[in-house]
């Protein structure tokens, strides 16, 4: 079990001594195993390859990101690939497929050899929604130079809990989407930053 999995755990496993946080959790995790959220959304989060094996675990990290978008504290926007991701063994092919991805984007994928498979940058201001309840009100411009990084088909849920405590930030491919969704907190006080040439970071300044 991953360090990121362990106090995930942890952290929720004391939320649920909490009668109230309990009933709330299950709730969600029904709701994930009905199909009631967009799966579009869910599988942004997490992505297993049955959504009946959710757990706690899960429900607590998919509120945590669900709800934060709505109340505006995630920023968000899609990246078209025009594909979407092959099999986890064909590296290759994943990376030409992200090689197509509309400017001002790229990619520097690690694939396996890091905490994240890659990371998407951006070398031109670009535009995320900010939304409340289910309607975008805003649009925030991020600098040019920014990155974040990128995970691949299925993830679990604390990994994308990871990211954002520490960049802030994930775009995500999930399979059987043919876009990226980027993720972002605003305002993004986290103390790492992924610079916009592939495979340097730097510290928040």
């Not at 709730?27 to 009631?36: D, H, N």
């Not at 876009?179 to 790492?192: E, F, S, V």
Request: hydrophobic content about 40%; glycine content about 6%.
């Amino acid at each position: 079990m991953s360090i990121h999995e362990i106090l995930h755990r942890k952290e929720v496993d004391e939320a649920v001594e909490k009668p109230e946080e309990r009933s709330f959790f299950y709730e969600v995790l029904a709701k994930l195993k009905a199909g009631y959220y967009d799966q579009e959304w869910v599988d942004v989060v997490l992505q297993k390859w049955d959504r009946f094996c959710y757990d706690i675990y899960d429900a607590a990290a998919f509120a945590k990101v669900w709800y934060a978008l709505l109340d505006g504290e995630i920023l968000h926007v899609k990246v078209g690939v025009g594909a979407c991701p092959a099999p986890n063994d064909q590296t290759d092919e994943n990376i030409s497929r992200l090689a197509q991805l509309p400017a001002p984007f790229g990619t520097s994928m690690l694939f396996g050899l890091a905490d994240q498979d890659g990371f998407l940058f951006w070398r031109k201001p670009i535009r995320l929604a900010k939304s409340k309840s289910a309607e975008i009100v805003d649009y925030i411009e991020l600098p040019a130079g920014g990155g974040a990084p990128i995970e691949v088909g299925y993830t679990q849920s604390s990994r994308t809990l990871m990211h954002l405590a520490e960049y802030g930030c994930i775009a995500r491919w999930p399979y059987d989407q043919e876009y990226i969704i980027l993720l972002w907190r605003h305002p993004n006080t986290a103390p790492k930053r992924v610079a916009c040439d592939p495979g340097q970071e730097r510290g928040h300044a």
